[in-house]
């Protein structure tokens, strides 16, 4: 007993010289890429959807900026604060840029923002101007356009979105294993990727994590049956006239009401952390 | 102050959990797989509380309920309707405080070592650990004024949100979580009218159980005994019922029916988590 006290001692007073750092510590950089996957450079295949609709997106604009690794104590490590517009649909992972100069061990505190865009935001390369200039002008920080397919149904929709989120603390769960943030090794790059999911936008739930993807509530929007399906137009559906079997259409603590609040709200569960991490949306 | 934790072996929160939730009492003895991780951690803690993350001394809780219908019984809905409340009751199965944030766009956080790491998918709930809890099935009259539900064990550690297990009415009511009666009215037009829900008509997506989750839970950081006060917002259950849709009787009060869009309104609201409001406070 006396032994595991001494042993103790001794490693709680390393501890500080551990967090302090020293002129030892190695240091690697936080390189940073986005990406919409498949699901939005391909499209939504029917099989995933409940209802046997399918999604192509032909664009998928998202302005991402305030890119910060820190630790959980408080300490800043770097940032990328431009806002930069990107189009999904081309191929990616795409880069958004690189934060060098870190101590090597675990920044635990690792986020990123959706913020409207304006005329500061900077255009990627796979952003055209035109892209640029409608994003700067409505000030959205989504904007989707594409159609979705049953059948020889097709409807379409273009939607812009001014729902700024913040993706706080987010998590990595590769390998099977969560880790906060991302770690630094000595002269290496760690890999930061801001996973964007395009699927979400067609959940059935904004709290259950057994929501399903659905598009025919959306489909049945279109009341003048011009193909298109508008923003207006969902705004028209009521979640309370929707039936059970349509979808469960929960919106546990948003104040949604309607299914254009619905969709608007979807759009502060698109980002993620490397695949299938996960990230705190707050309000920015 | 709460006393040191010790493992709860034979607690209520236990036998509860067995009794009600049998999904939830096989991860208590340390069992099945196949159960969802948001249930997991309502027995693990309470049973394994000296987990450091929590701080671990055990607490008692004392529950308490008032609705926004004993100030004022009448309600403007979102559709232009003026609706006056004349009975309005619910019926509790059992409350959990737990520490996972709503299910909703956080406010950022002061203190970003107050948060969990683990999290589910952005804006999926995750319940989290259960801190609390009132074990105690009570029917609330929402038109009465502020009420003690009861006292429940708890344990140190910071709640941010509440799951609403729903529970039976008494007498003729029996199958039903909530009645509601009253008269909506609109320039001329008045509609005396009920509403009700089946208690097992309420499933929740996720745990398939009659309960309402993710509800914000504001000033969660327990130290000690505390209360939390649960306001319901019946405003909220009614805010979307479109009385022009109710099929009027010839004599007598209409009857929101399952399965109309009137009741679904009714019925939507009633599982908005925004409808229920808790607060912790110390003492």
């Known amino acids: 007993m006396n032994a595991w006290l001494a042993w103790l001692s001794v490693l709680g007073s390393c501890v500080p010289l551990v967090a302090c750092g020293s002129d030892d510590q190695g240091e690697g950089s936080v390189v940073v890429s986005v990406w919409g996957e498949e699901y939005i450079e391909v499209g939504i295949p029917a099989h995933v959807f409940e209802d046997g609709w399918s999604v192509k997106y032909d664009e998928f604009l998202v302005a991402l900026g305030d890119v910060t690794v820190e630790k959980g104590d408080g300490t800043q490590g770097g940032s990328l604060d431009p806002l930069t517009l990107f189009d999904l649909t081309a191929a990616g992972p795409q880069s958004v840029g690189s934060i060098d100069g870190l101590a090597e061990g675990n920044w635990d505190e690792f986020g990123f923002s959706s913020l409207e865009a304006d005329s500061e935001a900077v255009r990627s390369q796979s952003a055209s101007a035109d892209d640029w200039e409608l994003m700067a002008d409505a000030g959205y920080n989504v904007y989707v356009a594409g159609k979705a397919s049953k059948g020889e149904v097709e409807k379409r929709f273009a939607w812009g979105f001014s729902k700024p989120v913040r993706y706080a603390s987010c998590v990595d769960v590769r390998n099977g294993q969560d880790t906060s943030g991302v770690?630094?090794?000595?002269?290496?790059?760690?890999?930061?990727?801001?996973?964007?999911?395009?699927?979400?936008?067609?959940?059935?739930?904004?709290?259950?994590?057994?929501?399903?993807?659905?598009?025919?509530?959306?489909?049945?929007?279109?009341?003048?049956?011009?193909?298109?399906?508008?923003?207006?137009?969902?705004?028209?559906?009521?979640?309370?006239?929707?039936?059970?079997?349509?979808?469960?259409?929960?919106?546990?603590?948003?104040?949604?009401?309607?299914?254009?609040?619905?969709?608007?709200?979807?759009?502060?569960?698109?980002?993620?952390?490397?695949?299938?991490?996960?990230?705190?949306?707050?309000?920015? | 102050m709460g006393q040191q934790c010790a493992p709860l072996s034979s607690t209520i929160s236990k036998n509860a959990l067995r009794r009600r939730h049998p999904r939830r009492a096989l991860l208590v003895g340390g069992g099945a797989l196949a159960v969802e991780a948001t249930r997991l951690g309502a027995g693990l803690l309470l049973s394994a509380c000296g987990d450091p993350s929590t701080g671990g001394e055990r607490v008692v809780i004392a529950s308490r309920a008032k609705s926004d219908l004993a100030e004022n019984p009448v309600v403007d809905n979102g559709l232009g309707w003026t609706i006056e409340v004349t009975r309005a009751e619910l019926a509790l199965d059992h409350l959990y405080y737990v520490s996972g944030p709503p299910a909703g766009l956080?406010?950022?956080?002061?203190?970003?070592?107050?948060?969990?790491?683990?999290?589910?998918?952005?804006?999926?709930?995750?319940?989290?650990?259960?801190?609390?809890?009132?074990?105690?099935?009570?029917?609330?009259?929402?038109?009465?004024?502020?009420?003690?539900?009861?006292?429940?064990?708890?344990?140190?550690?910071?709640?941010?949100?509440?799951?609403?297990?729903?529970?039976?009415?008494?007498?003729?009511?029996?199958?039903?979580?909530?009645?509601?009666?009253?008269?909506?009215?609109?320039?001329?037009?008045?509609?005396?009218?009920?509403?009700?829900?089946?208690?097992?008509?309420?499933?929740?997506?996720?745990?398939?159980?009659?309960?309402?989750?993710?509800?914000?839970?504001?000033?969660?950081?327990?130290?000690?005994?505390?209360?939390?006060?649960?306001?319901?917002?019946?405003?909220?259950?009614?805010?979307?019922?479109?009385?022009?849709?109710?099929?009027?009787?010839?004599?007598?009060?209409?009857?929101?029916?399952?399965?109309?869009?009137?009741?679904?309104?009714?019925?939507?609201?009633?599982?908005?988590?925004?409808?229920?409001?808790?607060?912790?406070?110390?003492?």
């Not at chain 2, 609109?186 to 159980?209: K, M």
């Open chain 2, 106 to 283: 956080a406010w950022r956080p002061v203190d970003l070592l107050a948060i969990p790491s683990a999290h589910a998918h952005p804006g999926h709930y995750d319940s989290g650990d259960v801190l609390g809890e009132l074990d105690e099935a009570v029917s609330i009259d929402l038109l009465g004024s502020e009420v003690l539900l009861g006292e429940g064990p708890g344990v140190t550690g910071q709640a941010r949100s509440a799951i609403v297990a729903l529970g039976h009415l008494g007498g003729e009511d029996a199958a039903l979580a909530v009645v509601l009666e009253g008269v909506a009215s609109q320039g001329d037009v008045e509609i005396p009218f009920r509403a009700e829900v089946a208690q097992n008509s309420i499933d929740n997506p996720t745990s398939h159980l009659p309960e309402i989750d993710g509800c914000p839970l504001d000033d969660g950081k327990i130290e000690s005994n505390g209360t939390v006060l649960l306001e319901v917002s019946v405003a909220v259950w009614l805010d979307r019922i479109d009385f022009a849709e109710v099929s009027v009787p010839g004599s007598g009060m209409a009857v929101l029916e399952p399965g109309t869009p009137p009741h679904n309104a009714f019925q939507r609201g009633l599982v908005k988590a925004l409808g229920y409001h808790f607060t912790y406070s110390p003492g």
């Open chain 1, 183 to 284: 770690v630094v090794g000595d002269g290496a790059e760690a890999e930061a990727q801001l996973t964007i999911h395009g699927d979400h936008l067609f959940y059935d739930d904004l709290a259950s994590p057994e929501a399903k993807l659905r598009f025919a509530v959306i489909a049945s929007a279109d009341a003048d049956d011009d193909g298109e399906v508008t923003l207006e137009e969902l705004g028209a559906i009521q979640l309370a006239d929707l039936s059970a079997d349509q979808g469960t259409y929960g919106v546990g603590a948003f104040d949604v009401d309607d299914m254009r609040a619905f969709v608007e709200a979807a759009t502060q569960s698109l980002g993620h952390f490397n695949g299938e991490g996960h990230c705190r949306p707050e309000r920015p």
